[in-house]
């Protein structure tokens, strides 16, 4: 897999993030996985992140040797023994040494639990849910995807949570007013389908009784027409935002998960993920993926780091 960076994909993201002059404290969990390792490496070449890196000195010094980096210049610590070095992780920020929390060579579910305990108080909004951006083949801008990596079958109600989410991603990244997508597998509603009645009950409510947020909401849609106005076209379908969606909201963590597979593997599509809803920026990425992904998660977390405290608490 390609680790480079295409800055004309995301240089606006990037330039944003290093225009802060000031880096961020980036604390990352378990460093010892050379391709997020890799992606702090050029964070911090950038100017957008000063990591502190938690984890086996040994293996993180090796690595950094690998990449040309002397771990002189890296603050490298080790967890005590019997700690768990996410909750160690979560303990700096919560100290006020460090800004960013990032996953490292850890599993989806050991960094989430100690973020969703509710002792270390991470929870700013009434739920955490991962917003993904990518560059889909064939559309002009980033698209934002989500949830991906927490909610398993999401209620109706959650999937507003989802969607206010994805809208605040959004806007801290500069788009207002975006364009929402509601993926099914048709875009007419069917007894037989739970999740196009309840997207067309949430575009109904949005835009005539309970708005969810500041956006366009469509659905239920099917992903040729969210992706293709040409395909809208055939199919007779009148709406202005095909071809143009800003985001797309998943119907469960399957077809998310799989979605973004096979846009990062078979179609060849970078992008980054952020975890929203939470007092401190998080970036996460998959230990499988690119440098290049880990680089954009941090970028991304950096801008959210001076928008997040101008977000109101939700109340549950």
Do not use: W
């Amino acid at each position: 897999m390609d680790n480079t960076i295409d800055t004309k994909e995301f240089d606006l993201v990037v330039n944003k993030a290093k225009g802060y002059g000031k880096p961020a404290r980036l604390v990352i969990a378990s460093a010892e996985c050379p391709n997020i390792l890799e992606g702090a490496v050029m964070a911090k070449k950038e100017g957008i992140a000063d990591p502190i890196l938690i984890g086996n000195h040994m293996v993180i010094r090796s690595l950094l040797k690998d990449l040309g980096e002397s771990d002189d210049d890296y603050k490298i610590i080790s967890a005590p023994e019997g700690t768990d070095p996410v909750q160690f992780a979560i303990d700096k920020i919560k100290a006020g040494e460090a800004d960013i929390l990032m996953r490292g060579n850890t599993g989806t579910r050991d960094f989430l639990m100690p973020i969703l305990d509710k002792k270390n108080k991470l929870l700013k909004n009434k739920l955490f849910t991962q917003v993904d951006f990518f560059k889909i083949p064939g559309m002009s801008k980033t698209v934002a995807i989500s949830d991906t990596t927490l909610l398993v079958s999401p209620s109706t109600e959650q999937h507003r949570e989802v969607i206010k989410n994805m809208v605040k991603a959004l806007k801290i990244l500069g788009v207002d007013n975006p364009n929402i997508a509601l993926l099914s597998l048709v875009e007419v509603p069917s007894l037989d389908m739970k999740d196009t009645l309840e997207a067309a009950n949430l575009v109904y409510r949005h835009q005539h009784s309970d708005p969810i947020a500041e956006c366009n909401l469509v659905g239920p849609i099917p992903y040729d027409l969210i992706v293709s106005k040409e395909a809208a076209k055939l199919k007779g379908y009148d709406c202005d935002y095909c071809g143009e969606f800003d985001g797309i909201v998943v119907p469960d963590l399957k077809v998310g998960n799989i979605m973004i597979k096979v846009l990062e593997h078979s179609a060849g599509s970078m992008g980054f993920g952020v975890i929203m809803g939470a007092n401190v920026p998080i970036a996460i990425t998959s230990r499988s993926d690119a440098a290049g992904k880990a680089f954009l998660s941090i970028a991304a977390a950096r801008i959210m780091l001076e928008n997040i405290g101008s977000e109101p608490t939700e109340t549950n």
